[in-house]
């Protein structure tokens, strides 16, 4: 006769494997609904001043650069290239950081584990 939480029979898991299971399940989908959300959500930066905003998804991808007429000078490109540039930057770091709350919401609970978890 199998203990309880044991290997009945030799075979199937054990309780708490099984509940482990179920949480990764659980956690693996909350993930997935996240990254979604995450992926349609915008992240906006300003340089310049202003003179220059740039718009980036959850995925990374810009979506829409906006500059004021006064940015645009043809004997100084550089400066926009620089405007853009930063602000591009910015708005990508503000999407990573919100991917990496998201990922630490996710794992924070795991302890040791968050990080090696292909979810």
Do not use: C, H, W, Y
């Not at 203990?3 to 009945?8: I, S």
């Not at 905003?53 to 550089?78: N, R």
């Amino acid at each position: 006769m199998a203990k309880r939480g044991g290997f009945p029979g030799g075979m199937g898991m054990p309780g708490n494997m099984n509940n482990l299971m179920k949480q990764a399940q659980r956690m693996q989908r909350q993930m997935e609904e996240g990254q979604k959300e995450l992926e349609s959500k915008e992240f906006s930066a300003k340089a310049g001043g202003g003179a220059v905003e740039v718009v980036v998804t959850g995925k990374k991808e810009i979506v829409k650069v906006m500059l004021s007429e006064e940015a645009v000078d043809p004997e100084d490109i550089e400066t926009l290239q620089d405007m853009i540039m930063a602000a591009a930057n910015e708005a990508l770091r503000q999407a990573e950081e919100a991917n990496n709350e998201l990922m630490g919401k996710m794992t924070g609970g795991l302890g040791g584990l968050g990080g090696g978890l292909p979810f």
